[in-house]
């Protein structure tokens, strides 16, 4: 029932919202920020209750929804999906205070739309049925199509669209390889088709060939969200032209259901066309890596040089992933909660001076450690927790992912370690630019230092990331065993292939 309430309050929170008289957005607010927050504490009653040591789904919640087509409300969670649900209510509440003063216009219309959007996060999350997590997979789409669209940049149009496109392009493969597996999978108990994805990975056992076409299918809807270089030209757009809280919950949760869809689909369903598509997505990972790092660099604007380092995190993510060992799956699922930490907070650094100068532009700025010095050690420690610095979130992250990929190819690691020495090269240089130097400016002598209220979500995400960057423990207890039983279908298939040498 847990599970439910976590996808029913934000659900319910966004209808009420609209029922609120058009002359009180300050009700509102107070609302969603209730609604969130109940959702939140609802997610850590899911983790409190988690039974640690457990490979498989827990706290299982299952109800007829389409009986005709043999589609259940069924949800569930394990090590994969604990800290990604958990992840996705605390940036909600986050999202929701940093919108408190930058919203000002359709604030129904913008909480509704963002609490319909928490409702399909955690939906896709907990889905254990094919049909429902398709369902809440397109949910997302359109709240997120109007966050950019009417509250964005001044490029928003463009930016939405693109969006759109690409994933649309993206859901429609999905669904040919959804209705596949829905017409090869039984129901043990009804002997009629099913979409139940733990009856789907029981089940398959598909030739070479079906598992690259399936494969195909899923992972391109997949590496589009990640996403996977060449399929990134969308994210910069959508994160410059979004707002602030849109751009957060963009580079925290949306991008992940990417990186969480191969590690529930692609690798439990499809293990040898994923090992014939290790060196694919391992090269296309280290192109990520170092492409974003560079374009990273060269960026005049804030918003996009963190966009374009979210391309290199994610690179990261999918070379620890494609290892195919316990070190860089941990490292991997790790580094997905990382990011969402580290990269939202720096959104919401640049529009903590976005609010105040309304520009981004690097060269705007410089010297304003002097006129904001509780904003610039706020930024200095999420930009090292970004860069991977010891004792911060984002180096245990990526030092698993790299022993995990050395362990397997030591030429990926040898490659992929330069993105981390360029990502300290763009954010530190970005930072120097930004805030050491003289004040040159007129209008940056007058900046006002991070109020409390602002500094309030930035704070806990610092709290965080310290915390998981000197005791990472809690929560690799908690993946480790569902990581390992995706890894034994890879062994299954590896020892079927050398007895099929040995006969």
């Not at 040919?176 to 990975?201: C, K, M, S, W």
């Not at 602030?244 to 066309?273: D, H, N, Q, W």
């Not at 919401?348 to 304003?368: K, N, S």
Request: glycine share 8%.
């Amino acid at each position: 029932m847990l599970l439910t309430l976590c996808i029913a309050i934000p659900a319910l929170t966004s209808l009420l919202v609209l029922l609120v008289p058009r002359t009180s957005p300050g009700l509102v607010r107070v609302l969603a920020l209730a609604g969130s927050l109940v959702t939140f504490l609802v997610s850590l009653s899911v983790l409190s209750i988690f039974k640690v040591g457990e490979a498989s789904f827990q706290m299982i919640e299952k109800v007829p929804w389409v009986p005709s087509i043999g589609a259940d409300w069924h949800l569930g969670v394990d090590g994969i999906s604990l800290f990604l649900i958990v992840l996705t209510t605390l940036l909600t509440v986050l999202c929701i205070l940093a919108s408190w003063h930058s919203i000002q216009d359709r604030v129904h219309e913008y909480h509704f739309f963002f609490m319909l959007l928490e409702a399909g996060m955690i939906g896709v999350f907990a889905a254990l049925d094919l049909f429902v997590f398709y369902v809440m997979w397109e949910v997302m789409l359109v709240p997120m199509f109007f966050l950019i669209g009417v509250w964005g940049g001044q490029r928003r149009l463009y930016a939405t669209i693109k969006f759109f496109l690409f994933t649309m392009a993206g859901s429609v493969l999905m669904l040919a390889g959804v209705l596949y597996l829905y017409f090869h999978t039984i129901d043990p108990e009804t002997q009629r088709n099913t979409f139940n994805l733990l009856h789907v990975t029981a089940q398959s056992s598909y030739s070479i060939g079906t598992q690259t076409w399936l494969f195909l299918a899923f992972g391109l809807a997949f590496a589009i969200k990640v996403p996977l270089f060449p399929l990134h030209t969308w994210l910069p757009d959508a994160h410059t032209e979004a707002p602030t809280a849109g751009s957060v919950i963009l580079a925290g949760v949306l991008l992940k259901m990417g990186t969480y869809g191969f590690l529930r689909f692609c690798l439990p369903i499809f293990p040898e066309a994923t090992l014939e598509f290790v060196p694919w997505v391992s090269w296309l990972s280290i192109i990520g890596i170092t492409y974003g790092a560079m374009v990273a660099m060269v960026q005049k604007d804030m918003k996009k040089l963190v966009a374009y380092s979210s391309v290199a995190h994610l690179g990261f993510v999918m070379i620890g992933m494609f290892a195919l060992n316990q070190q860089g799956l941990a490292g991997s699922l790790l580094q997905q909660i990382n990011h969402g930490i580290s990269t939202g907070a720096l959104f919401l650094l640049v529009g903590v001076v976005y609010e105040r100068r309304h520009t981004r532009l690097i060269a705007d700025y410089g010297g304003i450690a002097k006129v904001m010095p509780v904003y610039a050690a706020l930024f200095m420690i999420v930009a090292l927790s970004s860069i991977g610095l010891p004792i911060t979130n984002g180096f245990v992250g990526e030092f698993l992912i790299l022993v995990g990929t050395f362990a397997s190819n030591t030429l990926y690691g040898v490659i992929a370690t330069s993105g981390v020495i360029l990502a300290a090269v763009y954010l530190l240089w970005m930072y120097q630019r930004v805030f050491y130097g003289k004040l040159i400016h007129e209008a940056n002598q007058k900046l006002k230092d991070i109020t409390l209220f602002e500094a309030t979500p930035i704070v806990v995400l610092i709290v965080l990331a310290l915390w998981i960057g000197i005791y990472p423990d809690p929560l690799l207890v908690r993946m480790e065993p569902s990581l390992q039983l995706v890894l034994e279908k890879f062994q299954q298939v590896q020892l079927s292939q050398l007895q099929g040498v040995l006969h």
